[in-house]
């Protein structure tokens, strides 16, 4: 799954920084093979699928893409992760993502791409758990 997941990564975070939207097909092709991974695998607890769906719940209040929401609820619901964890660390990422934008074009950017953020934050989570 960590291999699917990381290999698709990279065409939705090209995607995403071209156009800001993450084409539903990837997000299908990451279900199918998401949905294989929860055939053998199973669920997490009760307690993280509720936890996982709160936090979900709170990024589309705020306005986050669905595209984005999608990946990560994809991942947070194959993987047996810290969800508060995992986030922190797409959060960081994100942040460097918009000093780094705001050091090029001198201006905050209005809206980013999160993709890499999620992609990368979650090749490091993986790395140092």
């Known amino acids: 799954m960590d ?3 990381l290999l698709l990564g990279i065409p939705v975070c090209i995607a ?3 156009a800001f939207v993450i084409p539903n097909i990837y997000t299908k092709i990451l279900f199918y093979i998401a949905s294989i991974h929860l055939a053998f695998h199973g669920f997490a607890s009760l307690n ?4 996982t769906v709160s936090i979900l719940l ?3 209040i705020f306005k986050f ?3 984005d929401i999608k990946i990560l609820a994809l991942i947070l619901i194959t ?3 810290g969800a508060s964890d995992l986030l922190g660390y797409v959060f960081l990422l ?3 993502h918009i000093m780094v934008l705001t050091g090029i074009n001198r201006k905050i950017p ?3 791409a999160l993709a890499p953020s999620i992609f990368i934050g979650f090749a490091t989570y993986m790395a140092t758990r």
């Open 65 to 67: 893409g669905m595209g």
């Open 94 to 96: 994100a942040v460097l």
């Open 58 to 60: 709170a990024l589309m």
């Open 3 to 5: 291999i699917a997941l």
């Open 16 to 18: 995403d920084l071209h």
């Open 110 to 112: 209005p809206k980013i």
């Open 79 to 81: 993987h047996k992760v």
């Open 48 to 51: 993280s699928l509720l936890l």
